[in-house]
């Protein structure tokens, strides 16, 4: 643990306040993607498989169990409890094209062929690109609602600080783990247009817009 990697979880934590906080006050899913919601919930699960065999600390053990309860809680709200607000016509990204390429490159480029390590690189090619659907959904849209904004880029700073963890960890103890490293440069790449229009835009009070 670092203060990298704790502002990262802290910023991750941040994330899924503010997009549970939109639906919960708003009563609405209006303008979130419930395919991004679900592979993120993939992500985890196969991430979080050791949190039933393997202790590693209290903070570790809450956070896993914090993000897996958040996000199952997210999709009920989604699917269910505000489903009637829930735009399906926009939110139609084919998750089979991150699902399918994430689970051959982990089964080809992993640090041990085990059942529970090629799952967790998996859970990491995926989440890199997990947000896509979400990206489209504002793109396909035109626009996104100022709340969505924020929980966007506290998800692109989330993965910002782990690169700057992983960055810290090799000058302190000479650990590099590439396939963590390579999937969140990728992932931040994904944001950078984002980034640029949330801080020229959103910072200033007017509303975020993705070219379609």
């Known amino acids: ?5 704790l502002f990262g979880d802290f910023s991750h934590l941040c994330a899924i306040i503010i997009l549970l906080l939109k639906v919960w006050k708003t009563r609405s899913c209006a303008g979130l993607s419930g395919k991004s ?11 979080y498989l050791d949190l039933f065999t393997h202790f590693i600390s209290l903070y570790n053990s809450i956070m896993k169990i914090v993000y897996l ?14 489903k009637a607000t829930f735009d399906r016509n926009h939110d139609t990204f084919r998750i089979e094209f991150l699902l ?3 689970a051959a490159l982990a089964l080809l480029w992993n640090h041990e062929f085990s059942v529970l390590e090629v799952l967790w690189t998996f859970s990491i090619y995926l989440e890199s690109v997990a947000i896509l659907p979400q990206l489209f959904m ?8 100022t709340i969505t904004s924020h ?15 992983w960055a810290y960890r090799y000058h302190t103890e000479h650990f590099i783990d590439w396939i963590s490293i390579l999937s969140g440069v990728v992932q931040t790449v994904l944001y950078c247009d984002f980034f640029y229009l949330y801080i020229t835009r959103v910072l200033k009070g ?5 070219p379609a």
């Open 206 to 210: 007017k509303k975020l817009s993705l």
């Open 37 to 47: 919601v679900i592979l993120y919930a993939i992500v985890f699960m196969c991430r």
């Open 100 to 102: 399918l390429p994430s």
């Open 138 to 145: 504002v793109s396909k849209t035109g626009e996104a609602e």
């Open 1 to 5: 643990m670092n203060i990298f990697r």
């Open 69 to 82: 309860g958040s996000t199952f809680f997210t999709l009920f709200l989604i699917y269910r409890k505000f």
């Open 151 to 165: 929980y966007l880029f506290a998800l692109g700073i989330y993965r910002f600080f782990y690169i700057l963890n």
